[in-house]
């Protein structure tokens, strides 16, 4: 092999948080150990085209059109809980290890010392040329949702990083020695921890001041749900101004644009790299439970009201959050506004949620950043 790279992150961009946590450690590592080498991929660029189109397309169509099936086979595939292969497991492992071939050949002519896979696609592939390296490749498994499905399990992994001690425990399930699964929490970038000036940023943005600011995310690709129709319900019910991240959704921004409160208590942002800015200075944060962005808002302290989640990684996601006092769960439309009216008015309510996120919180982009580091350099 070539040795051009320290450490490779294998990612798959199914949904945002996979491919955001692989960069929030590389950032981390940018900062605190420039001199390691390192490289982001996505998996799902190393695979026949007709496989990443029905391996992307199905989550997609499932979650968005289908989300009691998609949690129906989320809860029986999610077995068995021990270290013994299903047959059926041991059938997709190796399908997933003859269609990546590519992926195996990209790792070889890098020539890196270690493996992080940040989504589970990558797991089998990288695991058999662990098993055949002949202790020259190491894999570790970063985990982002605060459940562990049984997809995330691996021969040959020599470290998981888990979100909290409730993973750990499912991880252990799998005959995964204690030593090997460290809770580190979900990496979220630098910036989300960053010292920000918030008089700038309300410049900036041209917010207000002099009035609490609701954060609505309409998804980076599943939508939370009627949008125009919560915002509208925030606008009525409260004095707060409301930003709604659209993203790429080009008609949901030229919508908003008819609202009479546009440009003085509402505001569309298009895609952006800047949404910690904005959750800087918000009040509270309306989002799906998605691992990144709920990790992301306790980065920040940022108090936060979930909606419906889709049957799967969101519910186990919601579930922590709400029994750590962390978030509200509204799971409809007028539970949404309501919940957004009551916070609202009880800045005490407000503040205690607030408070909980902030306990939640653990350094987990410095803590994988520092042990990839020491790793790569023994």
């Known amino acids: 092999m070539a040795h051009d790279t320290d450490v490779i992150f294998a990612s798959t961009s199914v949904g945002a948080g996979h491919n955001q946590a692989a960069a929030a450690v590389m950032a981390q590592l940018a900062q605190q150990h420039p001199d390691v080498r390192g490289e982001v991929i996505d998996a799902l660029e190393f695979v026949p085209g007709w496989f990443r189109m029905t391996y992307a397309g199905l989550y997609t169509l499932s979650v968005t059109r289908f989300p009691r099936a998609y949690g129906w086979g989320y809860r ?51 695991s058999w040329l662990v098993a055949r390296s002949g202790g020259r ?76 600011i609701v954060l609505l995310s309409a998804g980076a690709y599943f939508t939370v749900g009627p949008v125009e129709q919560i915002a509208r319900g925030i606008l009525d019910g409260t004095g707060a101004h409301v930003i709604i991240l659209a993203g790429s959704n080009k008609r949901l921004l030229a919508r908003l644009a008819s609202f009479p409160e546009h440009g003085r208590r509402l505001t569309g942002v298009a895609f952006t790299n800047r949404v910690h800015e904005l959750a800087h200075v918000s009040s509270l944060m309306v989002t799906k439970a998605g691992g990144l962005t709920t990790s992301e808002c306790i980065a920040k302290g940022v108090p936060m009201v979930l909606t419906k989640p889709v049957p799967g990684q969101e519910t186990g996601n919601t579930e922590m959050l709400a029994s750590e006092g962390a978030a509200m769960v509204a799971p409809t439309t007028p539970e949404v506004i309501q919940a957004v009216r009551y916070l609202m008015d009880r800045p005490e309510a407000l503040e205690a949620l607030r408070a909980n996120a902030r306990r939640l919180y653990k350094p987990a982009a410095q803590t994988i950043a520092r042990q990839v580091a020491d790793a790569v350099k023994q």
Do not use: C
């Open 76 to 126: 029986l595939l999610n077995r068995p809980k021990t270290a013994r292969r299903t047959l059926g497991e041991r059938l997709r492992v190796f399908d997933e290890q003859r269609l990546s071939w590519r992926l195996r050949r990209h790792v070889l002519d890098r020539g890196p010392a270690l493996l992080v896979a940040t989504h589970y696609l990558a797991a089998p592939a990288l």
């Open 137 to 212: 490749l190491r894999l570790w498994i970063v985990m982002t949702d605060y459940e562990a499905h049984r997809f995330w399990y691996s021969e040959n992994v020599e470290r998981y990083f888990v979100a909290d001690e409730r993973v750990r425990g499912e991880v252990l399930a799998w005959d995964i020695p204690p030593e090997r699964v460290t809770v580190s929490g979900v990496p979220v970038h630098p910036k989300w921890t960053a010292n920000l000036d918030a008089d700038r940023i309300l410049r900036d943005w041209r917010l207000p001041a002099d009035a609490p």
